[in-house]
C-alpha cells in the first residue's frame, strides 16, 4: 500500500458508560483523519458526556493540525464543566505536547494507562482496535512500562532521525562508536526500508528505548541474488535453515532494561517476520558490537568469506525462542 493510503487511515471506536466515554483511536492523526476526529469529540459533547478519556496506545503520530483538534475540544469541555484526558501516547506525541506547552492541558500524569475503573467499566465489552497490514502495525505489547510498536513504511521514515539519534547515543563514548557512524545507519535504513517484508519495531516509554528492523531471506522469496543469494547458502551451510530474517540493527538504549528491551523486540521481530532464525552481520573488529549481540543471546558463527563487499564479515544467528536444544 502506498504512503498515501497509509496516511489517511484512522480507526475511532467509542464505549459509553453513563456520562463517561473512552474514544481508542487507531492510525495516525493527520490533515486528512482531523476532519473524523474533529466530528468524533464534537459528538461526546453534543451527547451530554463530561469525561472524555482518548487511548492512543495505537497511534502512530499526531501533528500539528491533529494536536489543534484535541486542544480546541478540551476547552469546549471546559466551557461545559467537563474533561478531555489522553491516554498512552507515543513518544512522537509526548514530544509534540512538550514542545508546545500542552502536557499539562491534555495528559495525565505521569502520562499513565487508563485509570483501571475507566478501563473496566468502558471496556469490558468495547471492540478492540483493528490491526492488520494496511498500516503495517500491530496491537502494542505493554510490559513494565515499555511498548513495543510495529511501524509501516511511511511512519519509519518519520521516526528515522531519532532513531539514529538513538543509535548514536547506545554507543556513545565507547570503542563501537568507530563502527556505528550515523549516516552509515540511516543508510542502512533507507536500503532496508525498501526489502519485501520489511519490518520495524520501536519500544517505548514516553520516549524512544530500542528498536529492531530487517527483512526475511528465503527460496521463496523474490529477488535471490548476490548478497541475498551468498548469504542464503552460506546460512544453510551452518545451520540447514534456508530462511532466515536478517536483523539490520537492534539497538537499546544503554540502561538498566537494555537486555529485556533487546531482548524482546527482536525475539517479536523473528516472530512478525515468521522466521525461525535471525542473522546479521557485523564488522571483525566491532568487538563491542560482538559483545553487545551476544549479551542479547546471538551466537558468533565467525567470519565468512565470499560475501559482496570488502572484507568478510562476522555472521551471527539468533535461533527463535522456543526452538530445540539441538538446533540451538
Given at each position: 500500500m502506498s504512503p498515501a493510503v497509509e496516511a489517511t487511515r484512522l480507526d475511532i471506536h467509542r464505549r459509553n458508560r453513563g456520562e463517561r466515554t473512552l474514544v481508542?483511536?487507531?492510525?495516525?492523526?493527520?490533515?486528512?483523519?482531523?476532519?473524523?476526529?474533529?466530528?468524533?469529540?464534537?459528538?461526546?459533547?453534543?451527547?451530554?458526556?463530561?469525561?472524555?478519556?482518548?487511548?492512543?496506545?495505537?497511534?502512530?503520530?499526531?501533528?500539528?493540525?491533529?494536536?489543534?483538534?484535541?486542544?480546541?475540544?478540551?476547552?469546549?469541555?471546559?466551557?461545559?464543566?467537563a474533561s478531555l484526558m489522553l491516554h498512552h501516547p507515543c513518544a512522537q506525541i509526548t514530544r509534540l505536547l512538550a514542545a508546545t506547552g500542552s502536557t499539562s492541558l491534555l495528559l495525565t500524569a505521569p502520562a499513565g494507562p487508563v485509570p483501571p475503573a475507566v478501563r473496566r467499566d468502558l471496556t469490558s465489552t468495547a471492540p478492540r482496535a483493528p490491526t492488520g497490514s494496511a498500516r503495517g502495525s500491530v496491537q502494542p505489547v505493554l510490559k513494565d512500562g515499555i511498548r513495543l510498536r510495529r511501524l509501516s513504511r511511511w511512519q519509519a521514515e518519520g521516526v528515522r532521525e531519532d532513531i539514529a539519534d538513538l543509535a548514536a547515543e547506545s554507543v556513545a563514548g565507547t570503542p563501537g562508536e568507530a563502527h556505528q557512524d550515523r549516516g552509515d545507519?540511516?543508510?542502512?535504513?533507507?536500503?532496508?526500508?525498501?526489502?519485501?517484508?520489511?519490518?520495524?519495531?520501536?519500544?517505548?516509554?514516553?520516549?524512544?528505548?530500542?528498536?529492531?528492523?530487517?527483512?526475511?531471506?528465503?527460496?521463496?522469496?523474490?529477488?535471490?541474488?548476490?548478497?541475498?543469494?551468498?548469504?542464503?547458502?552460506?546460512?544453510?551451510?551452518?545451520?540447514?535453515?534456508?530462511?532466515?530474517?536478517?536483523?539490520?540493527?537492534?539497538?537499546?538504549?544503554?540502561?538498566?532494561?537494555?537486555?529485556?528491551?533487546?531482548?524482546?523486540?527482536?525475539?517479536?521481530?523473528?516472530?512478525?517476520?515468521?522466521?525461525?532464525?535471525?542473522?546479521?552481520?557485523?564488522?571483525?573488529?566491532?568487538?563491542?558490537?560482538?559483545?553487545?549481540?551476544?549479551?542479547?543471546?546471538?551466537q558468533n558463527m565467525g567470519e565468512v568469506v565470499g560475501l559482496p563487499g570488502p572484507g568478510a564479515p562476522c555472521v551471527l544467528i539468533l535461533p527463535r525462542e522456543g526452538l530445540s536444544p539441538a538446533f540451538r
Amino acid at each position: 500500500m502506498s504512503p498515501a493510503v497509509e496516511a489517511t487511515r484512522l480507526d475511532i471506536h467509542r464505549r459509553n458508560r453513563g456520562e463517561r466515554t473512552l474514544v481508542t483511536l487507531a492510525g495516525d492523526i493527520g490533515p486528512a483523519t482531523t476532519p473524523l476526529l474533529r466530528a468524533a469529540l464534537e459528538q461526546c459533547l453534543l451527547d451530554g458526556v463530561t469525561a472524555i478519556d482518548i487511548d492512543l496506545a495505537t497511534v502512530g503520530s499526531c501533528d500539528a493540525r491533529g494536536l489543534d483538534v484535541l486542544l480546541s475540544a478540551s476547552r469546549r469541555a471546559g466551557r461545559v464543566h467537563a474533561s478531555l484526558m489522553l491516554h498512552h501516547p507515543c513518544a512522537q506525541i509526548t514530544r509534540l505536547l512538550a514542545a508546545t506547552g500542552s502536557t499539562s492541558l491534555l495528559l495525565t500524569a505521569p502520562a499513565g494507562p487508563v485509570p483501571p475503573a475507566v478501563r473496566r467499566d468502558l471496556t469490558s465489552t468495547a471492540p478492540r482496535a483493528p490491526t492488520g497490514s494496511a498500516r503495517g502495525s500491530v496491537q502494542p505489547v505493554l510490559k513494565d512500562g515499555i511498548r513495543l510498536r510495529r511501524l509501516s513504511r511511511w511512519q519509519a521514515e518519520g521516526v528515522r532521525e531519532d532513531i539514529a539519534d538513538l543509535a548514536a547515543e547506545s554507543v556513545a563514548g565507547t570503542p563501537g562508536e568507530a563502527h556505528q557512524d550515523r549516516g552509515d545507519f540511516l543508510r542502512r535504513l533507507a536500503v532496508s526500508v525498501h526489502r519485501p517484508g520489511f519490518a520495524l519495531l520501536v519500544a517505548e516509554t514516553t520516549v524512544l528505548v530500542g528498536c529492531a528492523f530487517g527483512f526475511p531471506v528465503g527460496p521463496d522469496l523474490s529477488g535471490r541474488r548476490g548478497l541475498d543469494a551468498t548469504l542464503q547458502e552460506s546460512i544453510q551451510r551452518l545451520t540447514s535453515r534456508a530462511r532466515f530474517a536478517v536483523l539490520t540493527q537492534v539497538v537499546a538504549h544503554p540502561h538498566a532494561q537494555h537486555l529485556d528491551i533487546a531482548r524482546r523486540l527482536q525475539q517479536r521481530l523473528l516472530r512478525d517476520l515468521r522466521c525461525r532464525l535471525g542473522v546479521t552481520l557485523l564488522h571483525p573488529a566491532d568487538l563491542v558490537g560482538q559483545s553487545a549481540f551476544s549479551s542479547w543471546g546471538w551466537q558468533n558463527m565467525g567470519e565468512v568469506v565470499g560475501l559482496p563487499g570488502p572484507g568478510a564479515p562476522c555472521v551471527l544467528i539468533l535461533p527463535r525462542e522456543g526452538l530445540s536444544p539441538a538446533f540451538r
